[in-house]
């Protein structure tokens, strides 16, 4: 890992990569979900707020050619930055019309310092036509498809009303790598889940050899119904000490070449009702860096070889 953390973080692949610093800028672009629009008749996943795990301020009442511009201006100006990724973030941006989507993407790469293209989705929002189309991309800009998976448990994913199980993430997990593209998979920590029971996720992840894992900490945002299950006291939330133990033990079955995209949040403040410490993300992070230190241990260090 060529970086100064000890595990392989996202930004410092990206700047390995391309020779500066590359950005995230986050896109709406209207998209629904089959699991919110009644498609599937399950009301929606329990953690899941209005803004589909959207967390930046403008809105798609801007076209995303006009998010990308206004988006890669505020960080030239905040941070100097030079180089950005298009990434659809809000709720399934694969879940349209074939015709549609080839406009949408292409408008979010209609920028001359955009050099890839990260795209949010369920893995029953995928097919081989969407995945030809993702794939075109993949010499000119460095493309990524992101499922939620949440938990490789099945009465984990029926608990949280995901309205697909874990062998449909996995056939289209399969097919994305199949059409060359990259794949980062999000995993949720607190899904009333056992220690043992997350770190098969982790080792399930590293037989697959993901390119990227993304990890949540299960958290309940307004009006949610995970919001609602919180208040009648069906469920605790973990701590953060043990959630950065947890993080570190996950971190450690999975194969050094998996860039993990994120380990803290800070885009729940104005939504956020618990676990309040969610809300640190810097002191998370730190608390990540001291527990590997303290192990003298890292990403990889029990992963098998085979």
């Known amino acids: 890992m060529l970086n100064e953390k000890r595990y392989n973080q996202f930004s410092a692949h990206l700047k390995n990569k391309f020779g500066v610093k590359v950005y995230k800028i986050t896109l709406d672009a209207g998209f629904s979900c089959p699991n919110r629009d009644g498609s599937l008749s399950t009301g929606g996943c329990i953690f899941c707020d209005e803004g589909g795990s959207f967390s930046n301020s403008h809105s798609n009442l801007l076209s ?11 960080l030239k100006d905040r941070f100097g930055a030079e180089k950005f990724m298009s990434y659809f973030q809000a709720f399934s941006n694969t879940y349209k019309p074939l015709s549609e989507l080839e406009k949408i993407y292409n408008s979010a790469l209609n920028h001359p310092d955009i050099v890839g293209l990260s795209i949010g989705t369920r893995p029953d929002c995928i097919d081989d036509e969407k995945l030809k189309l993702i794939s075109s ?12 998976l949440q938990s490789v448990h099945n009465k984990t994913l029926e608990r949280i009303n995901r309205g697909h199980d874990f062998e449909c993430f996995l056939k289209a997990y399969e097919k994305t790598k199949e059409a060359g593209i990259n794949v980062c998979v999000h995993v949720i920590f607190g899904l009333w889940e056992s220690h043992e029971e997350i770190m098969q996720t982790a080792k399930t992840l ?10 949540h900490m299960l958290c309940a945002l307004k009006n949610t119904k995970l919001a609602q299950i919180y208040a ?25 070449s998996t860039t993990i995209h994120r380990l ?18 810097f ?12 192990r003298n241990s890292h990403q990889g260090s029990k992963f098998i070889y085979k």
Request: charged share 35%; net charge negative; with cysteine.
């Open 232 to 256: 009648e006291g069906g469920i605790d939330f973990m701590g953060e000490d043990e959630y950065v133990k947890t993080v570190c033990d996950f971190l450690e079955y999975l194969p050094e």
């Open 137 to 148: 991309y993949k010499d000119d800009y460095y493309t990524w498809v992101e499922y939620g």
């Open 64 to 74: 995303v050619e006009e998010q990308v511009h206004i988006g890669a201006k505020n």
């Open 206 to 215: 590293a037989e697959l050899k993901a390119d990227g894992v993304k990890i």
């Open 264 to 281: 803290a949040g800070n885009g729940y403040s104005k939504t956020l009702i618990a676990p309040l410490w969610l809300g640190k993300k």
């Open 283 to 294: 002191d998370v992070l730190n608390k990540i860096d001291r527990e590997f230190i303290k």
